[in-house]
């Protein structure tokens, strides 16, 4: 059916078509065609299934069919296009094979020519496609430019205006990607996204301005509102959250994450910010890490840093190399070369480098130069300020540390309130806790525990040196050695609880456990063995051997050597014991061997001082026959047990001797073994009744010590005796002669 100029209606073909207008499908003989407007169809002859509305719509049709024009001009040079949507004054217009388009909208699809399967709609929608195919443009202007671009999808106003040959583009919001003319595989999403974008490729944006200025840029992805404004040529970027890497320009390989994120980088590369204003005023340094909120917030130019944790690294402006994990880590820090690891772990350092801070506020208040600590523990050298080459490990270990330095301290709470001593190393929980000075070494829970001033000391062992010591130069190594010491000086203590009472002592030297274990105030006194010297309280004693000289309290200048070697008083003083379990029981005596001893001797016999020259008051006093005759010779056996009864007063069960069999045996021999000699009481009373005193009687100084002879003291009036004796015989000799001269005389005279 058609309608004639004229007014009538004219029908033709199999009667399913419809043509309204002049010249309207003039030639077409196409079944089920709808042509309406003048020369709408003007050319069509075997297209068939139309529908052209509009002035001169689909004018240059030929065999096309199952197109949909309405507009004017609309589809107006589609020749053979099939399966087309054209709605819009000169929507379609160059169209001439392209197929399966939809475009809506004034001029909207107007250049193409051969592009099949796009979707236009709205005013100036892909107004200069050509032949680019599969593209979506909706908006006005959207893919305004676009020629051969394909597989692009462009929603809003301005939406990809500018692209021409683009290909694998989305852009969806107004100005999204609208100078996009060469870029591919695309995507912006938001008001503004990659607005100026001219030929980067593999980018995403999603969000108001996000990747706005981006030019040439390549593998971006911003996601928020302004994520990568700025950024023109950096490539590889990714940016979630508002305003984060805003101002990045050519900075590439960055990442950042959270409101704010490296928003001022413009240069910086391979940084990593994830959190609200991490690396937020980073310009142009490189390869950062910056995790959680505010970290390295007000890094500029530092590079190499590593921050996890809220304000980690938060003031770091130019410091390289820092790593700082945990909330408020290196909060302050303008150094290099940092790690902090932990809440607040050097969180006010400024200056300091080549620090290490693991556990929370660990070197927390470091402030000053001081560089290379190292602080492992909760509150580790916390209130450090500018001490120098310490290493610290433990829970509160040199918290109130501030300026000592060159310590090493490992243990709980060690040196806990160091605050300038330096050079010290301690390792054991609470060792030095309370200390404040110098080139001290503690080893061993509570060692050195309250030392506050001493100086030079060394402590190895459970609470060795535990107490408040001031003293210098000691040495306690054993548990508890030197436990109580305080003031005392130089002493050198080796074994458990050696010197353990010694309060103000010094110049000591012990090696054996309990060894001078009451010692408070004695000094110079030297103990080797266990439980030597045990009760001393005096001075300038020297024992040797397994509880030698232990029942010594008060003596001084007292020497014991062997095993049990002892005094059998507590006061002696120049007392020497020599062998085992020998015993001297008076003031200023030498004793060798015990009282089991067979023979005491040697290769030559003993010397004795005789020099001349430093003898005086010289007297020929010598009793001989005199005194000789009053001796008395006896033989004799000795009562042993009485004897050991006496040099072995009541031991502590802490120093007393185990009896073997072989002494048990010895003991009986001696008892049955006689002897021969005087009676020291006997040559005293000698002596006294000739008049002579006899140095050969070792009297006793104390009131309970034993009587002994010095039996080579007798040679000298034995020596005076036979001379007198001689001079006896001499005489009567003279007198024989004689006698014997008046016998002969005598004799003759018969």
């Known amino acids: 059916m058609k309608l004639m100029q004229n007014g009538s209606v004219r029908l033709y073909g199999d009667l399913q078509s419809t043509v309204i207008g002049d010249s309207a499908g003039n030639f077409s003989t196409g079944n089920a065609n709808h042509f309406i407007g003048y020369q709408a169809g003007y050319a069509n002859t075997t297209g068939y299934q139309n529908y052209f509305s509009g002035y001169k719509a689909g004018f240059t049709n030929v065999d096309g069919y199952n197109n949909h024009f309405e507009g004017l001009a609309a589809g107006f040079l589609n020749t053979s296009g099939i399966d087309n949507y054209f709605s819009g004054v000169n929507a379609g217009y160059s169209n ?11 001029l909207s699809g107007f250049s193409n020519t051969t592009g099949s399967s796009n979707y236009f709609s709205g005013p100036w929608t892909g107004t200069s496609n050509t032949t680019g195919s599969n593209n979506y443009f909706s908006g006005l202007r959207a893919g305004y430019s676009n020629t051969t671009g394909v597989f692009n999808c462009f929603a809003g106003l301005f939406a990809g205006d500018a692209n021409t040959t683009g290909s694998n583009n989305t852009a969806f919001g107004n100005y999204t990607l609208t100078n996009d003319t060469s870029g591919n595989y695309n995507t912006a999403i938001g008001f503004a996204a990659l607005t100026l974008n001219i030929s980067g490729l593999n980018n995403t944006a999603t969000g108001y301005s996000a990747l706005y200025r981006n030019t040439i840029g390549t593998g971006n992805t911003a996601n928020g509102e302004n994520t990568l404004s700025y950024n023109l040529t950096g490539n590889y970027n990714t940016a979630v959250g508002s305003h984060s890497l805003y101002n990045n320009t050519t900075g590439e390989f960055n990442t950042a994450v959270g409101s704010q994120a490296l928003s001022i980088n413009q240069t910086g590369q391979y940084n990593t910010a994830v959190g609200t204003n991490a690396l937020t005023n980073n310009f142009s340094a490189n390869y950062n890490t910056a995790l959680g909120g505010y970290a390295l917030h007000y890094n500029a130019t530092g590079t190499y840093n590593t921050a996890t944790g809220y304000g980690a690294l938060f003031a770091n402006n130019t410091g390289n190399c820092n790593t700082a994990m945990g909330h408020g880590a290196l909060y302050s820090n303008t150094a290099s070369n940092n790690t902090a690891v932990g809440y607040g772990a050097l969180t006010f350092n400024t200056l300091s480098s080549y620090n290490v801070a693991v556990g929370d506020s660990a070197l927390f208040a470091q402030t000053g130069a001081s560089i290379s600590n190292s602080a492992v523990g909760s509150h580790a050298m916390f209130s450090n300020i500018s001490g120098t080459g310490n290493s610290v490990l433990g829970n509160f270990a040199m918290s109130n540390n501030q300026t000592g330095s060159f310590n090493t301290i490992i243990g709980l709470n060690g040196m806990a309130n160091n605050i300038t001593g330096n050079n010290n190393t301690g390792l054991g929980s609470r060792n030095l806790q309370f200390n404040t000075s110098s080139f001290n070494t503690a080893i061993g829970t509570n060692a050195m525990r309250f030392n506050s001033i001493g100086t030079a000391n060394t402590a190895v062992g459970y609470n060795a040196l535990q107490a408040a010591n001031t003293g210098g130069n000691n040495s306690g190594l054993g548990s508890q050695a030197l436990f109580s010491n305080t003031t005392g000086t130089d002493n050198t203590a080796i074994g458990v609880n050696a010197m353990f009472n010694n309060l103000s002592g010094y110049n000591n030297t012990v090696v054996g456990r309990q060894g001078l274990n009451n010692n408070t105030a004695g000094v110079q006194n030297t103990a080797i063995g266990v439980s030597a010297l045990f009760n001393n309280t005096n001075n300038e004693n020297v024992a040797v051997g397994l509880a030698a000289l232990a029942f010594n309290i008060t003596g001084s ?33 030498v004793w060798v061997g015990n009282t089991l001893i067979n023979s005491i001797g040697g290769q030559k016999g003993w010397t004795t001082f005789s020099d001349g020259r430093y003898k005086k008051n010289i007297q020929e006093d010598i009793k001989g026959l005199e005194f000789i005759r009053l001796l008395r010779p006896v033989s004799y056996t000795i009562d042993i047990d009485e004897l050991e009864n006496h040099y072995n007063p009541a031991q502590l069960d802490s120093v007393k001797l185990t009896e073997p069999n072989w002494i048990k045996e010895s003991k009986a021999r001696v008892t049955l073994t006689r002897e021969s000699g005087f009676i020291a009481q006997e040559v005293e009373k000698a002596a006294i009744q000739s008049g002579f005193t006899f140095s050969g009687v070792d009297k006793p100084i104390g009131q309970n010590a034993l009587y002994g002879l010095r039996y080579g003291d007798f040679t000298v009036p034995l020596v005076k005796a036979v001379q007198e004796q001689q001079t006896m015989i001499e005489d009567l000799s003279r007198q024989l002669i004689e006698l014997k001269k008046q016998l002969e005389i005598l004799q003759q005279k018969k």
């Open 96 to 106: 001439t094979t392209g197929s399966y388009n939809h475009f809506s909208g004034f």
């Open 557 to 589: 200048q007292n020497t014991s050597i062997g095993t049990g070697a002892d005094v059998s008083f507590s006061n002696l003083f120049n007392a020497t014991a020599i062998g085992y379990n020998s015993r001297t029981d008076d003031f200023a005596r």
